[in-house]
């Protein structure tokens, strides 16, 4: 199976007063990068991965997060790896 490249963008409601301690938890996370934040509760969050699996693992870790009431999944898009280009040998 070829190499790919999944990226995919979620709000987390958030309730507001664990806020904060949210979104430091999401900085925590290597493939996470906070993008947004209100003060009514909601973060904005792009995650990556290389497989689909990778990213249904960082939403469950998300919705474990302290007040976390929901993740919604806004945007997925998966990028195929390129295929490494072979170089003619130049004609005489």
Known sequence: MPAEMHI?????????????AAAAAVDRMPSARLHGRSASG???VTLDGNTASEILDQVGELQGLPGV???????QHIEPEPEPCLQEEPRP
């Open 69 to 75: 009431v929901n993740v919604a999944l806004v945007y």
């Open 8 to 20: 995919a963008s979620v709000v987390v409601q958030v309730l507001p007063r664990l806020l904060d």
């Open 42 to 44: 909601k973060l904005v």
